[in-house]
């Protein structure tokens, strides 16, 4: 299996890791390793048909900010110089034009290589389009990382739910939000605990994403498209982010035994990311970075799942199931 | 179907269990029973049963399951089931506006509510409501949606 790894930062270092650590079971498996032969990031790019090193890679990454000293300025001009078979898109979410990611993931479909990729834009702007387009061409394309990090929602419902009729998912889909409310509960108030998240590192300098919401509503977006099949994007999902919640209303809900979550809602005709009450002992009254989902299905009744939402290991374990289902198909 | 049934059966041995027997026959569910040894009329005693049935034609069914037994129905009918829900307002309103907005929808609903003390000149309500149906439960949902885009106040609602 040749991989193109487009995207380097966090998540694309941290597949590097998650392969290495499965060496033996790749060997045992399918008798053959995922060799990645080009990496791109922002700027630079490396490539080379034998495999690249992914640790020195990484160690160059993190000492001199780029995977080489080559730089590019067109991304689909370096894929098209390597042969390979499956495109990983891991590159940063545009959720206004889609980014790096919807072109070289229109590119690698257009050119019959299969794709997985965790990059929220391109799924929330172009879903509909993009599987269409990974139909037309007998590509496979996986996306099990974008929603909810390591909490396998996407292919639970897709697999192992395939035979139920799922009325509705509510949940948590970030973690950050989930940490500023719970530092809430505890009666810090908004902007102090928002500085506790960038200081920890959970939160961007620029917060907008997560705290107004749109994190969460490009989740929304995915999951409604690909579980319930609906034909929606990121202007369809109402949208009410945390900024307003006061410490009087944290109180408030304290004192009638709930706790506020900011919860994205997916059902046939609701699409929706608001702060909500929840009685706590409730699953989705869970503090901390986590998140979680309840998933109402027709046969199965209501399930809950629950996983690091984001991070850089938890994410590549995200991929590497997509990898091992691609592999495992192509057996 | 959410009911309750006041069942008079005979004074004998397994009379109670051929009582409630039917409803699980079909396919209903016991909720509750209260076998009143007091109250005896004609020889047969009292058993109050509240139990769910799917529809009406199994109702009917278990009537006249009931029936052929020899099971005499004194009194059936609906219990009704209340859904109670919060939600909660955070903007920058006074006491009169939103006991004037908790008037216009109470005369459908039971409500309670609380305001908290303003936080940078935001004032909390939280409000209780308890209707009969989820269509009930969506229109008051609909309402504060509404009044608070009007007014420019967070609406959080319960799950």
Known sequence: MRIF?????????????????????????????????GVIDSKTFAVDQKGLDLDRLVARKQEKKGVSDETYSDALAVMDSVKYDLLIEVSPTDVETGGTGLK???????????????????????????????????????????????????????????????????????????????????????????????????????????????????K???????????????????????????PDAIAQAKSHNMVIRLVGEITETRLEVAPRLIPIGHPLSISGTLNIAQIDADLAGPITITGRGAGKIETASAILSDLIAIMSMRL | MHLNAELYVKDLPG??????????????????????????????????????????????????????????????????ETLTSEFMLVGAFNATYIENLIDEVSKSTDIAYSSDNHYKDKRTAMITAEVRTEEDLDKLDEFFADASEKDDMIYIRGL
């Not at chain 1, 650590?21 to 498996?29: A, H």
């Not at chain 2, 278990?62 to 037994?69: A, D, F, G, M, V």
Request: glycine letters at 10%.
């Open chain 1, 220 to 246: 929304v977006v995915i999951l409604a498209n690909s579980v319930f099949h609906r034909d929606v994007s990121f202007k369809d999902v109402k949208i009410t982010g945390i900024t307003g919640i006061t």
């Open chain 1, 5 to 37: 790894l487009s995207g380097f930062g966090t998540v694309g270092q941290g597949f590097a890791e998650v392969i290495k650590r499965r060496r033996d079971f790749f060997e045992d498996k399918y008798g053959e390793q995922p060799v990645v032969v």
């Open chain 2, 15 to 80: 009379q109670l269990v051929g009582s409630l027997e039917p409803i699980s026959m079909v396919d209903g569910n016991i909720i509750g029973v209260v076998h009143d040894r007091e109250k005896i009329v004609n020889q047969r005693i009292l058993v109050s049963v509240t139990f769910e049935v799917a529809n009406s034609k199994k109702l009917d069914e278990l009537k006249s399951i009931w029936k052929s037994r020899d099971i005499f129905i004194s009194k059936i009918g609906s219990v009704y």
């Open chain 1, 104 to 218: 070289t993931i229109r590119h690698a479909l257009e050119c019959g290589k299969d794709v997985i990729t965790v990059n929220k834009g391109p799924l929330a702007l172009h879903f509909h389009d993009l599987i269409a387009l990974a139909k037309k061409n007998g590509c496979k394309f996986r996306f099990e990382g974008s929603v909810g990090g390591a909490m396998p929602i996407i292919n639970l419902c897709h697999e192992n739910l395939k035979g139920e009729k799922i009325s509705s998912i509510r949940g948590i889909f970030n973690g950050t939000c989930n940490y500023i409310l719970s530092k809430m509960d505890n009666g810090q108030p908004f902007e102090q605990a928002l500085k506790e998240a960038q200081q920890l590192g959970y939160a961007e300098t620029d917060p907008t994403n997560d705290v107004e919401g749109y994190d969460a509503a490009t």
